[in-house]
């Protein structure tokens, strides 16, 4: 699976952005697919999953109530749509993709096998 992230650029706090991600080479069938960010200096850190199911999704306590994860199927696309974004977001946000991860392991970059390219989200102040 070949992922590539796109959607990321230059906001003011209080703005949105929305983050996709787009799988070539094989459909999302049966995949968990997830968002990851990491900020300079710092270690990746997980921001949202969802299950094959389109079952509730896991958000970090950080993201939630602002970022809404999704995805599309049927058109092998992943959505991240972040809303209120904070300084504090801007990060690399890369999108990734496994099977049968289990829910206690979806905040573990090490879970999944696929990773796309980062795309830059930027907060100003």
């Known amino acids: 699976v070949q992922l590539q992230a796109s959607g990321g650029g230059l906001v003011q706090t209080g703005g949105s952005l929305r983050l996709s991600c787009v799988a070539s080479?094989?459909?999302?069938?049966?995949?968990?697919l997830a968002w990851f960010r990491q900020a300079t200096g710092k270690e990746r850190e997980f921001v949202a999953a969802i299950k094959w199911a389109n079952s509730n999704p896991f958000y970090a306590d950080s993201v939630k109530g602002r970022f809404t994860i999704s995805r599309d199927n049927a058109k092998s696309t992943l959505y991240l749509q972040m809303n209120n974004l904070q300084p504090e977001d801007t990060a690399e946000y890369y999108c990734?993709?496994?099977?049968?991860?289990?829910?206690?392991?979806?905040?573990?970059?090490?879970?999944?096998?696929?990773w796309g390219q980062g795309t830059l989200v930027t907060v100003s102040s």
């Open positions: 990734t993709a496994s099977r049968s991860i289990i829910t206690s392991q979806l905040g573990v970059p090490s879970s999944y096998a696929y």
């Open positions: 080479g094989r459909t999302f069938s049966g995949y968990t």
